[in-house]
């Protein structure tokens, strides 16, 4: 490795577990190990430290904590909430959705569409943004739920889930949006919004792997997705994963504190990352509107390359970075997101993800940015796609 350490910048994947989160999780292993259900002294101690962590993960989405049940991932609560409310409304048999939504999301509803349910997929323009008034023209009267998520994975891209969330409330529609890459990143207050579900994930705010969240508005129908005990308000069965849940807790705290550090230090280090590639790398640009983005997200294009070979130039400098989902990196495809945006198919190949996070520093965008025009000009040199 040309630094000696790892230069991470696959925070979009996953994120570091914060050493708060750590030292918050370790008692609930061998010292607090009570099942949080007992009746006992032992064990309801622990009920009161899940309860002070569902009210962390609430002030962070501007939610009550009744309105907060723990999950084991981003996954399992975009299934609840879709199945959830299917099961809820079996009249209807319609779903609205996203062309770029995460295979959370997309895989569920492509299983779905073979169970006899209809599915509508509103596409996206060439900078990922979505056409609301396309959105709104393909409810029906027999839609049960719109999914549209609040920032895409791939390029940042955010959409205006507050004013869907409007739309399909006007028309009596329940709207869940899979926030997994919004929470920690985005300022979110969802008193002020009519969104009746919402997804999170842990691993992605720097609590551990394993642990989600599903916000459910008072009043919102959603038939359990897992049956089992009374756990979660009978929203949700299973023994709680106390530590996690504690975890999450303390991250969710973190993130509240560190969201003006996301949307000043963190946006100013991907845009000079961006502007230094772009200026010194021909044929190469960002994936995305350039306004509407999260601060940490850069999806940058190199034509006439392969993405695979420049993440293995990267990777023997330490630098992580990704070429698209981790959830769909095992395909030789361009991702869905890159075909559905139209990205040229001498671009989409040889497109990067860089996502940042608060650990990052100066010293590393410096680094990476210095190496990556010489990576592409070797790499060019020996590509029979590019222009010599």
């Given amino acids: 490795m040309g630094t000696g350490k790892v230069i991470y910048v696959d925070n979009n994947a996953t994120t570091k577990v914060a050493p708060e989160v750590l030292e918050a999780m370790e008692p609930f292993f061998c010292e607090r190990y009570g099942n949080a259900s007992s009746m006992h002294t032992f064990g309801g101690s622990v009920r009161h430290e899940l309860d002070a962590a569902r009210e962390q993960v609430a ?23 879709v199945i959830g409310t299917l099961r809820a409304n079996p009249e209807k048999r319609h779903i609205i959705t996203t062309r770029v939504e995460h295979p959370a999301i997309r895989s569920l509803c492509q299983y779905l569409a073979k169970e006899r349910y209809e599915v509508t997929e509103v596409p996206v323009n060439r900078q990922g943004e979505l056409d609301v008034d396309l959105l709104a023209d393909a409810i029906r009267p027999d839609t049960a ?64 792997k394993g642990i989600g969240a599903l916000y459910v508005r008072r009043g919102t129908k959603l ?61 190469c640009f960002v994936n995305g509107a350039r306004d509407e983005r999260l601060p940490n997200t850069a999806n940058i294009s190199f034509e006439y390359v392969e993405g695979e070979a420049i993440l293995l130039r990267l990777d023997e400098l330490g630098i992580c970075a990704s070429s698209g989902s981790a959830c769909t990196s095992g395909s030789l495809e361009p ?7 139209g990205v040229p198919f001498t671009a989409a190949h040889g497109s ?12 590393e965008i410096d680094f990476i940015a210095g190496h990556v025009p010489r990576i592409i000009k070797d790499l060019r040199a020996i590509s029979p796609y590019a222009r010599k």
């Fill in 59 to 81: 002030k962070l989405l501007g939610a009550m904590p009744g309105e907060i049940v723990f999950t084991s991932c981003g996954t399992e609560s975009d299934n609840a909430a």
């Fill in 335 to 341: 991702s869905h997101v890159m075909r559905a945006m």
């Fill in 145 to 208: 739920v719109v999914s549209v998520m609040w920032a895409n994975n791939e390029t940042g891209v955010i959409f205006p889930v507050e004013e869907i969330a409007e739309i399909a409330h006007a028309a009596g529609v329940v709207f869940h949006t899979d926030a997994v890459q919004a929470v920690g990143k985005l300022p979110i207050n969802l008193a002020k919004t009519r969104i009746d579900l919402l997804s999170l994930s842990g691993h992605k705010l720097h609590a551990p």
């Fill in 352 to 363: 990067i993800r860089f996502s940042l996070s608060i650990y990052n520093t100066d010293d």
């Fill in 223 to 283: 038939t359990p997705l897992l049956i089992g005990g009374h756990q979660e308000h009978g929203r949700r069965g299973g023994t709680e994963n106390s530590a996690s849940i504690v975890g999450l807790g303390k991250a969710a705290e973190l993130a509240v504190e560190h969201i003006v550090d996301e949307n000043t230090r963190v946006k100013a280090m991907r845009d000079r990352l961006e502007r230094r590639i772009l200026e010194s790398t021909p044929d």
